[in-house]
């Protein structure tokens, strides 16, 4: 595990990624091991999308008061335009990360108690709720988890969340982030898959087998 990085935007630009991320990550290849390609898999019959469009998986640990803040997933190409690299890679707009697939690997509290006790959990501060049935309001505090809605770290649980509307643009509304792990003694451990619009450039011959039963059974 090494501490996480940022891909800074230009307004950003000198910056420190621990202004914004805190936790600990490795992205992990699921290649040429039986369980993390049976992962593979049933992420990708689970989205409907195929494997092929994916990054490795990328696990995390945070620890005490560790957190990101809110964030998109994807890139918006405005907000790295002195970035050639970037936009290459997002094909000036055109290729994007689409979906994110993200597992909690551990619960922080015990049966009986009260989830927000131990914190650790991903917030959408923009998310429709009863008193913003459209969708909340732009986000001036991106370390505060108290808007929107929340969802607590529970061994086993998987959550499904897209960056990108159906037409193909962005969606801003899904701005998220991983508040701070509120005892001290513990850690949350956690893990997800970034699935893009197009292609990824992680194929092997497991993910193209995959991808080809997928492609078979549904196209």
Sequence with gaps: MAKSGVAL??????KAAKEFRTSSQ??????RDPTLEKIDRRVSWLTRIPISHAEYIQVLKYNHLEHYSAHHDYFD???????QQMLRSVEHGAKNRLATVFFYLNS???????PESGGGQTNFPRAATAAYPDGGPPVHDYFDCSR????YPQEGKIIIFYSML??????DYSLHGGCDVLFSNATKWSA?????????????PARRRATKELTEEWI
């Design 9 to 14: 935007k230009d307004a950003d630009k000198g």
């Design 26 to 31: 490795y992205f992990l290849p699921t290649t």
């Design 77 to 83: 190409p405005a907000a790295y335009a002195s970035n």
């Design 108 to 114: 922080l509290v015990g049966e009986g108690e009260a």
């Design 148 to 151: 929107g809605l929340s969802v």
């Design 166 to 171: 159906p037409n193909g643009e962005m969606d």
């Design 192 to 204: 997800n898959f970034w699935l893009w619009n197009k292609p990824y450039h992680f194929v092997d």
